[in-house]
């Protein structure tokens, strides 16, 4: 032992003999200590977890608040030092960047503010914050949100935690657009769809989450919009996202089936027309609603099987090597690699399925609705379905090992039972099969939905296509501050 190491340990420890356990003591300078050992040891200072520190750092183009008439920028919260009925003024401390330092007081008992009088703990050990103009201009969307404990908070540390945020005030609405790929993936041409969220034109600091979404051409964005912005706004119950769609088929729509299946197999088609206008009208309109009717009126008149699909690939190949590519220089450079997801409906949502358990390196999360996990029908025996998704992507050992966390929604309707597609069963039984996996389980990253009486249909898929994503990319906080007094929100 080092002479400073021995001293450190003389200073806890005082070599007073004959005192009786586990009672206060006198050390030789005076002070209390407590009898362990028959020794008086001094108390450990209860004042040791004070002094934690982390800092709370706001990026946001101070031009944007002069064009609005704001000149600063404040914060309120619910607790250690925040309040939610007056801000507190964040320090200008470098270019469109404002920061406080919040300093606190850890216990058992919880965690509070360290200078202020009210020493109230925080509630449910998260501090929940919004960041105003002025004082007076909200932001948009949920709050903030900081979980404690806090690692690396102490003095011991050099520097101290930064937690850095990109609120945006004045924009309400996200902006569809599109661009033209001359692809080598797929040999010719596709129109992709971009959404960009509310904040994405104010606060050019941020970067976002960024989800594939198979069908999604403009026509389909533009009828969906409303349905998956309302939970950034003003449901506020989702983070903000960036949308690249795909939805451009040849062929008068038949090239769908071959772009998004992983394997080729047999396929009812219409033998004129497609399946979107029941066969150029050859199925009756009034049988749209009846999947089951639909099918058989379709197979005995107005349509043939064909062998068909096995492109899935050469789609995620496109997706990922040339249509995110082009859209990140789109939109400089503020897509999150590391937080790519994908989402489809019918073969759209096997797809997504396929994509998230074969590619876990690229994608992080998925949503599968109402995912045709039949395909392929069995070349044998046109009554019958292979279902290559759990049979044998499942079960494949490849995909087995080192698996990332991802996080996987799975949803249908409950109509969608006719044989031999099974959609409804087959998918709660993928969401089991998933969950027994390592690292991954059900209601924590793997989820299942099942709306009773719904029929297959890409309507049923516009309802739910909100769900999914507030699923997928929660809000961190709650929606708001309250709107009467001071009370926490937890």
Request: hydrophobic letters at 35%; a negative charge.
């Amino acid at each position: 032992m080092t002479v400073l190491s021995f001293a450190v340990l003389l200073s806890v420890l005082s070599l007073v003999s004959g005192c009786v356990d586990d009672t206060d003591c006198i050390l030789p300078d005076g002070q209390v200590g407590q009898c362990h050992l028959q020794k008086c040891i001094r108390q450990l200072d209860d004042n040791a977890n004070e002094y934690l520190t982390f800092t709370i750092r706001v990026k946001y183009p101070e031009s944007v608040l002069k064009i609005h008439g704001r000149t600063s920028l404040y914060i309120r919260g619910n607790g250690l030092g925040l309040l939610w009925t007056k801000g507190n003024q964040l320090s200008k401390t470098g270019h469109d960047t404002w920061d406080i330092n919040i300093t606190y007081i850890s216990s058992l008992d919880g965690y509070q503010c360290k200078f202020c009088l009210d020493k109230d703990y925080l509630p449910n050990k998260k501090l929940q914050y919004r960041v105003m103009a002025d004082d007076l201009q909200d932001m948009i969307g949920a709050n903030f949100a900081i979980h404690l404990p806090v690692s690396e908070v102490s003095s011991y540390f050099e520097t101290v935690p930064v937690f850095s945020v990109y609120p945006w005030f004045f924009t309400y609405t996200g902006v569809i657009d599109s661009f033209v790929i001359n692809s080598t993936n797929l040999g010719e041409e596709k129109n992709i769809t971009l959404y960009t969220p509310p904040s994405f034109n104010e606060n050019v600091y941020k970067t976002y989450p960024t989800v594939f979404v198979f069908d999604l051409n403009l026509e389909y964005a533009k009828s969906f919009k409303k349905k998956f912005e309302d939970p950034i706004y003003p449901h506020a119950v989702a983070e903000e996202f960036v949308l690249i769609g795909f939805g451009d088929y040849t062929s008068n729509g038949r090239e769908r089936v071959d772009l998004l299946t992983p394997s080729a197999g047999p396929a009812l088609d219409c033998i004129n027309g497609t399946l979107r206008d029941n066969c150029d009208g050859c199925i009756p309109e009034a049988l749209s609603t009846n999947i089951t009717a639909f099918i058989k009126y379709l197979e005995e008149t107005c349509g043939k099987y064909y062998n068909k699909g096995g492109l899935g690939d050469n789609t995620l190949d496109f997706l990922e090597k040339e249509a995110f590519p082009t859209a990140n220089q789109l939109t400089s450079t503020r897509l999150q690699k590391d937080n790519i997801g994908v989402m489809g409906y019918s073969l759209g949502g096997l797809m997504s399925c396929h994509a998230v358990w074969t590619r876990p390196d690229v994608y992080s999360f998925a949503a599968c609705q109402s995912p045709s996990l039949w395909w392929p029908m069995n070349t044998f025996s046109h009554n019958v379905n292979d279902f290559d998704f759990l049979n044998k992507t499942l079960k494949n050992p490849i995909f087995q090992t080192k698996r990332p966390e991802q996080r996987i929604y799975l949803d249908a309707g409950g109509a969608e039972t006719p044989e031999p597609y099974s959609l409804t069963q087959t998918t709660v039984e993928a969401a089991h099969a998933i969950s027994s996996f390592v690292h991954y389980e059900l209601n924590r990253n793997v989820w299942v939905a099942v709306d009773p009486n719904k029929n297959h249909s890409f309507v049923e898929w516009e309802r739910r296509i909100g769900q999914a994503l507030t699923t997928l990319l929660p809000a961190h906080g709650s929606k708001g501050m309250p709107s009467i007094d001071a009370s926490p929100v937890g």
